[in-house]
């Protein structure tokens, strides 16, 4: 049998799905449950949206806690401790400095399946993420983006 895909992640992004699997493992799924139990008393259940809407956010419900218990089991995480500050990598906070416009941007890298564009956390797939992976501070890095060109310094990590 073929070993299960890990999948890194960051203790905040680990926390932040067990979180989620508790949320939809508990109140979700009463929630639901609940929502079912009063379509059914309005009876014929064949003509019943209420009913089938509430049976698909079931569905949705269940399959998302399946994603999430394999997310979980086959997990490794990154601890702070692992993270260098040194060279870039899983974990980094980075801070870039655009060469052109001299403008600074701090992000955090994270997996693909931690991604938060609004918090600054890129993914390591990202064509960022792909450019800075492995550099130093004081390295410069030019990344393809739909805008252009852009390149970096390096200026700060951890």
Known sequence: MADKKKYDFTSEGINKLKEELDRRKGTE?????????????????SENSEYDDAKEAQAL?????????????????????EISKHVIGLGSKVTLEDIKSGEQEEFTLVSQKEEDIFSNKISTESPVGVAIMGKKKGDK?????????IKYTVIKIG
């Open 61 to 81: 419900n269940e399959a998302k806690i399946v994603e999430l218990e394999d997310l979980l089991k086959n997990a490794n995480v990154i601890e702070e401790h």
């Open 29 to 45: 799924r009463t929630e639901i449950a609940n929502r079912i139990k009063e379509a059914r008393s309005f009876g014929d259940l």
């Open 141 to 149: 890095v030019t990344v393809s983006t739909p805008v252009g060109l």
